[in-house]
């Protein structure tokens, strides 16, 4: 629940329907039972009858099930940027991509290093429920999620969850949320390739300049833009190492249509395998930063002197699709121009990616370490760390990007870039990039990034776009 310190604050933007406090916080009431987000359009309660709770997870645990008007199930999340322990963000980044629908708790543990113990120590102090429990209950969320926005049948729903068996899927569903799923579905099932699902964010968002971004940046024939959309192919690693048609990945892809007076996307996902359909939502949230709580980072960003007055509101962090993409961008982004970096890129896209019908799909490791790049017109010996970087992702593809530096050719920059673009890290300062000094030098500003964290990444770009 939230501190009485809180509860004016809430309060107000219970009663305005502020979006943006959307998702981070949950107002339950007590003569219905329902919880709902601050943008339900359904009568204010009594403040009497209200209770305030910092996540849906904690509403649901307290007997209350979600609105079926306004879907607490699609606000936006803010676990990725509360946690102050590296162990507990690690461990919820790694559920949100599914990883307990393979693994159990114990080999999540010994993966991050800590008990199991620990681990569900860490999830009850800062959500007040075990890790299990969690990942539960972002599994039926995300069912009902698909429930109320698609026409897939109930059973694609329930591996699209992530749950094995449909019995178990209706049993945990209704004693969870006190709903069964065949009383959410507003569309009969029709059999259809294309998911359409709407993403929230809270406002606001600054649309035109992650696209202006990302469209300086895109690969053709895998990346596609227009106005208000952004789109890619994408790849996603098997669990079990035999991916669809044989292969050791999945592969699929998006497109996001920006819908501004809804505060979110409308994206249309055609994949290979639905049973990982809630990874791959999860991480389209994160490339186009759906759940930063980006009020609390531009209030942060405008007491730092001289650029107060230059700071772009609701600037988000574009993130690329994986990490060893990102690792590879920034290797080949080393010391040239972005044009000049594109150009490598789609050089490498070209000669080494892979096709699926009618898709061209990013270079995974093992594609670039069969041949040697000689299509590259760059020196010899970045070549071989591209090479390198390849041959340590196929071998450790759950390495830190921290255990890339004995790598020859890799240095801290490249490190910081991949974990600023390709795992969405919020507190990476990119002080010795070329464009970073360039807008500081031409705006004559002096910043300490200190006094920015833990929000230095979006420094960075607000840094970036300044020229």
């Known amino acids: ?14 009663l305005s329907r502020d979006a943006r406090f959307d998702g981070q916080f949950f107002i339950a009431v007590k003569t219905t039972g329902i919880f709902c987000r601050p943008i339900c359009p359904a009568p204010a309660p009594k403040e009497k009858n209200v209770e305030y709770f910092t996540t849906s997870i904690a509403a649901v645990n307290h007997g209350y099930r979600p609105c079926l008007r306004c879907r ?9 940027w509360q946690g102050k322990n590296t162990s507990f963000e690690r461990a919820l980044s790694l559920i949100n991509k599914g990883t307990l ?13 800590i008990s199991s113990r620990y681990l ?14 969690y990942a539960q209950h972002q599994q039926l969320m995300f ?14 729903v329930a591996f699209s969850a992530g749950f094995n068996s449909l019995r178990r899927f209706n049993d945990c569903f209704q004693k969870k949320l006190k709903l069964t799923p065949s009383s959410l579905r507003k569309n009969n099932a029709v059999a259809t390739d294309t998911i359409s699902l709407f993403l929230s964010y809270r406002p606001p968002y600054a649309w035109s300049q992650l696209r202006d ?6 690969i053709t024939p895998i990346e596609w833009l227009d106005k208000n959309s952004y789109g890619r192919s994408f790849t996603w690693p098997s669990s079990d190492g035999d991916g669809d048609d044989g292969n050791e990945y999945i592969y699929g892809q998006f497109t996001a249509t920006h819908n501004a007076d809804r505060h979110g996307f409308n994206v249309n996902i055609n994949i290979s395998d639905i049973t990982y359909l809630m990874p791959i939502v999860r991480n389209i949230r994160r490339i186009l930063d759906l759940d930063a709580a980006i009020n609390s ?4 960003l405008a007491t730092l002197i001289g650029l107060d007055t230059k700071l772009c509101s609701g600037l988000r962090l574009p993130g690329t699709w994986s990490l060893f993409e990102a690792g590879v961008r920034a290797i080949l982004g080393q010391q040239i121009s972005v044009s000049g970096a594109l150009k490598l890129v789609a050089t490498l ?19 670039l370490l069969n041949g040697d790049l000689t299509e590259l017109k760059m020196p010899k010996s970045r070549r071989a760390t591209l090479v390198n970087l390849a041959q340590f992702m196929a071998e450790k593809p759950q390495a830190s990007p921290d255990d890339w530096l004995p790598l020859k050719g890799i240095g801290p920059w490249t490190i910081d870039y991949a974990k600023m673009r390709g795992l969405s890290e919020p507190d990476i300062w990119l002080g010795g990039d070329l464009g970073v000094k360039k807008a500081l030098s031409q705006q004559g500003i002096t910043l300490n990034p200190q006094d920015a964290s833990p929000w230095q990444s979006y420094l960075t770009f607000q840094v970036w776009n300044l020229l």
């Open 1 to 14: 629940m939230i501190s009485n310190m809180d509860i004016t604050v809430y309060q107000q933007a219970r």
């Open 72 to 80: 607490p199930d699609a606000a936006p999340d803010s676990f990725a």
């Open 101 to 113: 629908t393979s693994q159990s708790i114990s080999q999540l543990s010994e993966r991050l290093g």
């Open 120 to 133: 569900n120590t860490l999830f009850q102090d800062n959500l007040g429920t075990s890790a299990k429990n």
């Open 143 to 156: 069912a009902k999620s698909l429930l109320q926005q698609t026409s897939m049948n109930i059973t694609d």
């Open 213 to 218: 971004f990302l469209q300086h940046r895109a």
């Open 297 to 300: 980072i531009d209030k942060q």
């Open 349 to 367: 896209v070209q000669h080494y990616g892979r096709k699926q019908g009618e898709l061209t799909l990013f270079p995974l490791p093992e594609d």
